[in-house]
């Protein structure tokens, strides 16, 4: 069955640093996401991307946060200089369509010191 | 503003019981709803989805409904096994808004011997 890979599982940066996470959709997706999830807290949106642009992004998705697909197959979100509130579980997602089933990678594990 | 909540926060219950989970949304005015399952420290597995249009979305020994006018979705588990011990998240797509799930705190189920 398809699945959405994300890489690496678990990542360990320095405050300031740029990190990037990586995502490989579902081959027929169309519409990608990336959720967070504070340990302890809810699942919260971040960003929206369709056909190569960001068609919404929460209050979180400030200037440090940046979205691109650069080869029609990997989706990535960068942080360009991370904070230690940045530490949290990151999750892609993928729909083909922009209200069907939304299916989620297994999350990489930011954890910035 | 569109706000989900889930009772209860936990449960724990002895293998054989029937269960069932719920989840509360404020804003009637939906395209569907999507329960998930998520291990700890693990991705959102996608259990089932049910369109506004249906009351009733079945899987195996799981079961979802949903209640517009009254703003509520329960998920009905039969025959509870130990695996099935997970936190069990609902979600619901902002309106208008690509997908942009809103999600609960999730129901932390274990389910002992």
């Known amino acids: 069955e398809p699945e959405v890979t994300q890489t690496p599982s678990h990542q360990v940066t320095q405050m300031g640093q740029e990190v990037i996470l990586r995502c490989v959709p579902i081959?027929?997706?169309?519409?990608f996401y990336w959720y967070r999830q504070i340990l302890g807290q809810k699942v919260e949106f971040l960003v929206s991307?369709?056909?190569?642009?960001?068609?919404?992004k929460s209050e979180i998705f400030d200037d440090q946060f940046s979205v691109e697909r650069p080869d029609g197959s990997n989706f990535t979100l960068k942080i360009r200089s991370t904070k230690l509130e940045d530490s949290a579980m990151y999750f892609c997602?993928?729909?083909?369509?922009?209200?069907?089933?939304?299916?989620f990678g297994q999350g990489t594990r930011l954890t910035v010191v | 503003k569109q706000e989900v909540t889930q009772i209860p926060a936990a449960l724990s219950v002895p293998e054989g019981e029937n269960l069932v989970l719920n989840c509360s949304f404020t804003?009637?005015?939906?395209?569907?709803l999507q329960w998930f399952r998520q291990d700890p420290g693990k991705g959102l597995t996608s259990l089932l989805l049910?369109?506004?249009?249906?009351r009733e979305q079945t899987s195996g020994r799981l079961n979802a409904s949903l209640d517009k006018s009254s703003g509520r979705s329960t998920l009905y588990i039969a025959a509870s096994q130990p695996g099935d011990s997970a936190t069990y998240l609902c979600?619901?797509?902002?309106?208008?808004?690509?997908?942009?799930?809103?999600f609960g705190a999730g129901t932390r189920l274990a389910v002992h011997p």
């Open positions: 081959s027929n997706h169309l519409y």
């Open positions: 997602a993928g729909t083909v369509d922009s209200d069907t089933e939304a299916f």
């Open positions: 991307f369709y056909n190569n642009e960001i068609s919404e």
């Open positions: 979600a619901i797509p902002l309106s208008g808004g690509y997908n942009k799930l809103i």
């Open positions: 804003d009637s005015a939906i395209y569907n």
């Open positions: 049910i369109q506004s249009s249906q």
